[in-house]
């Protein structure tokens, strides 16, 4: 169990063109979600934490209007990259805490953003 | 902010050494996870300390939590091919509800 999918796993697109990422968690419940972002050789960085049912919560640095986070349901959040542009190329993962102690989070395969 | 050190980058290891990565952390952590992310992969879930001065055996991976829960470090015994990959220590923050502060991590390359 515990398993969480992303769609698309790959996607190409012109910039200013706006791209959205799906995360489910497929066999459990996530309350909270997380997304972060991965550019090659780095590690993983916290861009914002998804709610179910409530505004999203963004790290520092992170612009909101750019990044639109939607937690409609307790097993999907989506991620919109809104006007995407060369610097926005990167890997996007998606993770799901799963019960009430978010000790334990389980990540999505990962979306590979290029934007030409 | 609270920051997570992690070293070394890189680990080339000789099939069947032993080698360690350690992280540190700025602040006192609630919790420290590891992951392993397989190149062109996802982090993996690989285990979790909470307690002050814990140790956790996975075979051959050897975790260990400081007893002021600052630093944790990952021994591997025995290295096999199949422990290629970018191993990640992640912090579990205390001043917000699971967001996790990732190492820079330590890419480790197993030389047949």
């Known amino acids: 169990g515990a398993v969480v999918s992303q769609h698309p796993s790959r996607v190409i697109c012109k910039s200013g063109t706006s791209v959205k990422i799906e995360c489910r968690s497929l066999?459990?419940?996530?309350?909270?979600m997380f997304w972060y972002r991965q550019f090659p050789k780095q590690s993983l960085m916290l861009m914002a934490t998804?709610?179910?049912?409530?505004?999203?919560?963004?790290e520092q640095g992170v612009e909101k209007d750019k990044f639109l986070i939607n937690h409609a349901s307790l097993t999907l959040s989506t991620l919109t990259v809104t006007s995407a542009h060369p610097e926005d190329s990167s890997f996007y993962i998606c993770?799901?805490?799963?019960?009430?102690?978010?000790?334990?989070?389980?990540f999505g395969p990962g979306t590979r953003l290029t934007v030409l | 902010g609270q920051q997570v050190m992690q070293i070394p980058q890189y680990q080339h290891v000789q099939e069947g050494e032993d080698f360690t990565t350690y992280c540190n952390s700025s602040?006192?952590?609630?919790?420290i996870q590891w992951y392993k992310q397989r190149p062109g992969g996802h982090p993996v879930f690989l285990i979790q300390?909470?307690?002050?001065?814990e140790v956790k055996k996975q075979k051959r991976l050897t975790f260990q939590f400081g007893e002021a829960k600052k630093n944790s470090s990952l021994h591997i015994t025995a290295t096999q091919t199949t422990d290629v990959g970018t191993y990640f220590c992640?912090?579990?923050?205390?001043?917000?509800?699971?967001?996790?502060?990732f190492g820079a991590g330590t890419q480790v390359v197993v030389t047949p």
């Open positions: 998804s709610n179910e049912g409530s505004k999203a919560t963004y």
């Open positions: 066999d459990f419940q996530a309350t909270t």
């Open positions: 993770s799901a805490a799963r019960g009430s102690s978010y000790n334990e989070q389980f």
């Open positions: 992640a912090g579990l923050r205390t001043d917000s509800w699971g967001k996790l502060q």
């Open positions: 602040t006192t952590l609630s919790n």
């Open positions: 300390l909470v307690k002050s001065g």
